[in-house]
């Protein structure tokens, strides 16, 4: 049995998950996807873990018994009200090692710092500079990135810190919620990156790689989700297999492509395509394809783009090859990640 296997089997899952006194916790992360990551962060007793997203307190209970009695685990999450419950919990519980604090994770917490691993079980906008900074020489940290800015394009990366400089030795399919400055409410619209939302008739919303040439009224993208919310859309099945969504999501997010689109048509549908100002085309998880008009310029491009995928084998994420590209001109430094084949 494996170290994280036996640690799961010392802490009750569902007092954490579902705890009579709080509820259930949501937007629960899958414990099957919890305890991969873990086992990649290799953790050993005493050493100093930090985890970004608190959530019920199910994952760092794991840690504490990971790192055991000489090790420590600093706990973060934006929401107050987690934490508080997963505080006393783990109190209740007689854990004493876990410490959680409400705080942005995406500046880490160097107060305790520094930390021989680093967890995140929510999504930051790139790899910010801080983790590495307060990660040892020779630590780890496993956590989701962005492969592109536009939402749910991510892929979960093991990174070796040394002399300073973060270096990628994996990558696996997989990301969790995206990482915000305060709680989030609307749990189906993304944290970030959201171009254009419309609440009536229905929920839908979109994200264009290209918004930096659209005008502030995102006009262009209002008009792109018009295009393919609208009754007269025009709409053809996949004609190809059952689309495995974690391989096509990265295919076309890896493209690096300025007109990669994503959209949310319906609450329970994502769809990912090409756009531009006037034109739209996307494919659904379920294979409808929408656009605009049969012989919209969009269409042809996404017809391109999963030709190419389907000559390409339908690769796996874990079969790129990631890089980290120094990023010191957004909000805050750090490193964006791509993918490569």
């Excluded at 096509?248 to 769809?271: E, I, K």
Aim: overall charge negative.
């Amino acid at each position: 049995m494996s170290a994280v296997a036996a640690a799961a089997e010392r802490v009750p899952e569902r007092h954490y998950t579902h705890h009579e006194g709080r509820g259930p916790t949501p937007h629960r992360s899958n414990p099957a996807v919890i305890h991969r990551d873990l086992a990649t962060l290799d953790v050993r007793p005493g050493h100093r873990v930090a985890e970004y997203g608190t959530g019920s307190g199910y994952s760092g209970a794991i840690l504490a018994e990971l790192a055991g009695t000489t090790g420590s685990v600093t706990s973060l999450d934006i929401d107050a009200y987690l934490v508080r419950w997963a505080r006393l919990i783990h109190h209740q519980r007689g854990v004493s090692t876990v410490h959680c604090h409400v705080a942005d994770g995406t500046v880490g917490y160097a107060a305790r710092a520094p930390y021989d691993r680093m967890v995140a079980w929510c999504t930051p906008p790139l790899l910010p500079q801080a983790w590495v900074n307060q990660v040892v020489d020779g630590g780890l940290i496993v956590a989701p990135l962005p492969i592109a800015s536009v939402p749910h394009m991510t892929v979960v990366a093991k990174i070796r810190v040394v002399g300073g400089e973060p270096a990628v030795e994996a990558v696996f399919t997989g990301g969790y919620i995206e990482a915000t400055s305060s709680p989030k409410e609307n749990l189906d619209l993304p944290g970030r990156w959201v171009d254009w939302e419309n609440r009536i008739p229905a929920p839908s919303w979109i994200s264009v790689a290209w918004r930096h040439q659209d005008d502030h009224l995102h006009t262009g993208a209002r008009t792109a989700l018009t295009h393919l919310t609208t009754k007269d859309a025009h709409t053809e099945p996949y004609p190809g297999a059952r689309i495995d969504w974690p391989s096509w999501r990265t295919f076309a997010a890896a493209r690096n492509d300025p007109a990669l689109t994503v959209a949310g048509l319906t609450p329970d549908q994502r769809a990912i395509g090409h756009s531009t100002p006037t034109t739209a085309a996307v494919v659904r998880q379920d294979g409808t394809l929408i656009a605009d008009h049969p012989g919209s310029p969009s269409l042809a491009a996404l017809h391109r783009w999963l030709a190419s995928w389907e000559d390409a084998g339908r690769p796996a994420p874990e079969t790129y090859t990631a890089s980290l590209v120094h990023d010191l001109d957004g909000d805050a430094p750090g490193w964006d990640l791509r993918l490569t084949r």
